[in-house]
């Protein structure tokens, strides 16, 4: 896939801003709030936008909400602890998939394909960073032993790895229709027909 051109990389940065201010708040989600798009707006920044300053701009944004929800909102600080340092970690595993996968995706069905098995790869690896470091050393555990790390480990990475694969999966989706009803420079189309 071609790098974006300066006015569509401002849109799509914008737009996973917005989705992380929108989703970030509510980590589960519920009726009211969707999961929390964060790991798949990182891979998928890697996937689009590519640039390592945008990738240090989404690291600072998620902190920001963090701090704001923590500080502001009434959220619970449970998961603040030395741990939430390797979150930068994690989401780097994230953005670096899909920014190794971009020249290999040219919209076919099996690079979409490619593009999928990397968002449930890197997510997979990425909650591993981070559910790792806060049960290891987050001190939340009195006796934390590889057991109830696994047992924890597979009750709650399927949910994460579900909520970011299916955000990939979304975007797939909306930039194959794009790609298939849009009219392309050159093709005769206009926009305003």
């Known amino acids: 896939m071609k790098p974006l051109s300066r006015p569509l990389f401002a849109a799509v940065a914008a737009l996973f801003a917005l989705l992380m201010l929108g989703t970030r708040f509510s980590h589960f ?11 798949a707006l990182f891979f998928l920044g890697g996937l689009y936008l590519r640039k390592h300053l945008a990738f240090l701009g989404f690291v600072v944004l998620s902190v920001l909400i963090d701090w704001y929800s923590v500080s502001y ?21 994230l953005w670096y998939a899909g920014r190794l996968l971009a020249p290999r995706f040219d919209g076919s069905l099996a690079s979409h394909a490619l593009v999928f098995a990397g968002i449930v790869v890197s997510a997979t690896v990425s909650y591993a960073i ?30 994460f790895v579900r909520a970011a694969a299916g955000y990939v999966l979304a975007a797939q989706l909306v930039q194959a229709l794009v790609f298939r009803f849009a009219p392309r420079a050159g093709d005769g189309k206009t926009a305003s027909a």
């Open 29 to 39: 989600g519920d009726a009211l709030h969707l999961p929390d798009a964060s790991m």
């Open 73 to 93: 909102a009434g959220v619970s600080d449970f998961c603040i602890t030395v741990a939430y340092s390797f979150l930068p970690l994690a989401y780097a595993v």
């Open 130 to 159: 981070s559910n790792g470091a806060f049960y290891w050393l987050g001190g939340r555990y009195t006796e934390p032993n590889m057991a109830q790390y696994v047992q924890r480990f597979a009750q709650w990475a399927p949910l």
